[in-house]
C-alpha cells in the first residue's frame, strides 16, 4: 500500500494557511469536499467530528507531523488528504514540537481496517527523516503527489 | 529482569475498531509505568509495548490474538492492567 491509495490528489494542500490546529482540520476538511469526496451538507458536520476526535488526545505522532481522523458515514471508502504548515502549528503533539505535515483520515463506520491499514502506512511512511525532509521541501500539489506515488525519488 | 523469566498471555482484541491509535496510546502510556520491557505480539510482528506508534504498526484487526509479553521485577504487577487493556472494548 501506498499513501497514494488513500490520499486524494486534488486535495493536497501543499502549503496551509491556517494558524491553528482546528482552522487547519477545517482547511483539510473543505479541501477534500472541493475534490468532490462529499457532500457540502456534511462539511462542518465532519469538522467537528475531526475536532472532537483531537480533544480526546492529540494526533500528533512527533517529528512534525500529525494524523487528525475520524469517522462518518458521508463517505463510502476511506479518503484522506496531506497538507504542509510552512510556519508549524500547536498541536499538543506527543514530542510538544509544532506540526508541519498533516495526514486527515476520513473513513466510513463500519471498515476498521482500512483505517488501522491506512494508519499503520502513514506511520511506517512517515518513520523515513529522508523522506519527510523531501516532503516538507516540496512546494506544488504534483511534487507531493509523486512523492506519495513513490514516482519522486532522489531523496 | 525477572527471576522467572517473561510471563505471557494471549489476549483478544475486544475493541470493534481494533488497537487504533486511542487504545494504543494510552496502551503506551500504561506501560511505561513499569520498570518492565513490555512487548506486544501480533502473529510474527513484534512490538514494544511502550511506543504507540509502534503498537500501531500491528494492524491488530478487531478479534486479533496477541501475546502480550511482560518481563522485568514489576512484571506480575504490570501483566494484568495491561492484559485488560488490550481486552477492552472500548467505547469508540
Known amino acids: ?155 | 529482569m525477572g527471576t522467572n523469566g517473561p510471563i505471557r498471555r494471549t489476549v483478544t482484541v475486544a475493541n470493534p475498531l481494533g488497537l487504533h491509535m486511542r487504545p494504543a496510546t494510552q496502551f503506551a502510556q500504561a506501560a511505561r509505568g513499569y520498570r518492565s520491557t513490555v512487548a506486544v505480539w501480533n502473529a510474527g510482528t513484534r512490538a514494544d509495548g511502550k511506543s504507540a506508534l509502534d503498537l500501531i504498526m500491528l494492524v491488530a484487526l478487531p478479534g486479533a490474538e496477541l501475546v502480550l509479553e511482560v518481563d522485568g521485577e514489576d512484571a506480575a504487577d504490570a501483566v494484568g492492567p495491561l492484559y485488560d487493556m488490550l481486552a477492552d472494548p472500548g467505547g469508540d
Open chain 1, 1 to 155: 500500500m501506498r499513501m497514494s491509495n488513500f490520499v486524494v490528489r486534488d486535495a493536497i494542500l501543499p502549503d496551509l494557511t491556517a494558524a491553528t490546529r482546528d482552522e487547519a482540520i477545517r482547511e483539510m476538511v473543505k479541501s477534500l469536499h472541493a475534490a468532490g469526496q462529499f457532500l457540502n451538507t456534511d462539511l462542518d458536520d465532519i469538522v467537528k467530528a475531526v475536532i472532537r476526535r483531537e480533544c480526546l488526545g492529540s494526533t500528533g505522532i512527533g517529528r512534525g507531523i500529525a494524523i487528525p481522523h475520524s469517522r462518518h458515514a458521508s463517505v463510502g471508502q476511506l479518503v484522506g488528504t496531506l497538507a504542509i504548515s510552512r510556519g508549524g502549528l500547536p498541536f499538543d503533539s506527543i514530542d510538544g514540537e509544532p506540526v508541519h505535515i498533516l495526514v486527515l483520515l476520513i473513513s466510513p463506520q463500519d471498515r476498521p481496517g482500512d483505517h488501522l491499514r491506512a494508519l499503520e502506512n502513514v506511520v511506517q511512511t512517515m518513520r523515513d527523516d529522508g523522506f519527510v525532509r523531501v516532503l516538507r521541501a516540496a512546494t506544488t500539489r504534483e511534487e507531493i503527489w509523486e512523492l506519495l506515488n513513490g514516482t519522486r525519488t532522489g531523496w
